[in-house]
T-cell receptor, first 114, second 115 residues
Framework: ETGVTQSPTHLIKTRGQQVTLRCSSQ?????VSWYQQALGQGPQFIFQ???????GRGNFPPRFSGLQFPNYSSELNVNALELDDSALYLC?????????????FGSGTRLTVV | AQKITQTQPGMFVQEKEAVTLDCTYD???????LFWYKQPSSGEMIFLIY??????QNATEGRYSLNFQKARKSANLVISASQLGDSAMYFC????????????FGSGTRLQVQP
């Protein structure tokens, strides 16, 4: 079975720009979660999508938005980029939590805002 | 709100020795799940071990075991017979059993295995 693939692997953007990060979930998984990991910290939950609808959100402003497509792949969009948005963005897919440890993470997209 | 605390920013261990990474948690939920993940420099979070709050026995997965002390709200990871490839960041995380089912992570421990 394929794992979780994220693209691009690295990205440099200018403050104020917009960015789209992409994630293809593991085969058979219908839930996708996104996490932000600042340098030297643990990941922070951004939001989760289940069957194309957002069903959970962390403490992130509305300029962080997402989509999930019928094939369960997902996008994370960030508008009006700020310097503090520089981080590793991790995508994780799961199978609706039927198995308690059904999370598979991608290798992340490292975003640098200058 | 849930909280995970990892008090060891860095740990050193000799190859082939055992090491314990500490994790304490705080939650008002009765039902929850506890995870340990390994993050090498490549960035991917690799699942190591899981413990459910109602599991009576401590979880084990090969060289990994979880020392679960519910009354103390601790979930320490024990790695036996350390290998050079175990050098990485290690994160303890908790998952809500209802609602968002999001993972709450600690700040991590960097483990370095020395030959």
């Amino acid at each position: 079975e394929t794992g979780v693939t994220q693209s691009p692997t690295h990205l440099i953007k200018t403050r104020g720009q917009q960015v789209t990060l992409r994630c293809s979930s593991q085969s058979g998984h219908n839930t996708v979660s996104w996490y932000q990991q600042a340098l030297g910290q643990g990941p922070q939950f951004i939001f989760q999508y289940y069957r194309e609808e957002e069903n959970g959100r962390g403490n992130f402003p509305p300029r962080f938005s997402g989509l999930q497509f019928p094939n369960y792949s997902s996008e994370l969009n960030v508008n009006a980029l700020e310097l503090d948005d520089s981080a590793l963005y991790l995508c994780a897919s799961s199978d609706s939590g039927v198995r308690p440890y059904g999370y598979t993470f991608g290798s992340g997209t490292r975003l640098t805002v200058v | 709100a849930q909280k995970i605390t990892q008090t060891q920013p860095g740990m050193f261990v000799q190859e082939k020795e055992a090491v314990t990474l500490d994790c304490t948690y705080d939650t008002s939920d009765q039902s929850y799940g506890l995870f340990w993940y390994k993050q090498p420099s490549s960035g991917e979070m690799i699942f190591l071990i899981y413990q459910g709050s109602y599991d009576e026995q401590n979880a084990t997965e090969g060289r990994y075991s979880l020392n679960f002390q519910k009354a103390r709200k601790s979930a320490n990871l024990v790695i036996s017979a350390s290998q050079l490839g175990d050098s990485a960041m290690y994160f303890c995380a908790m998952r809500e059993k209802t609602g968002r089912r999001a993972l709450t992570f600690g700040s991590g421990t960097r483990l370095q295995v020395q030959p």
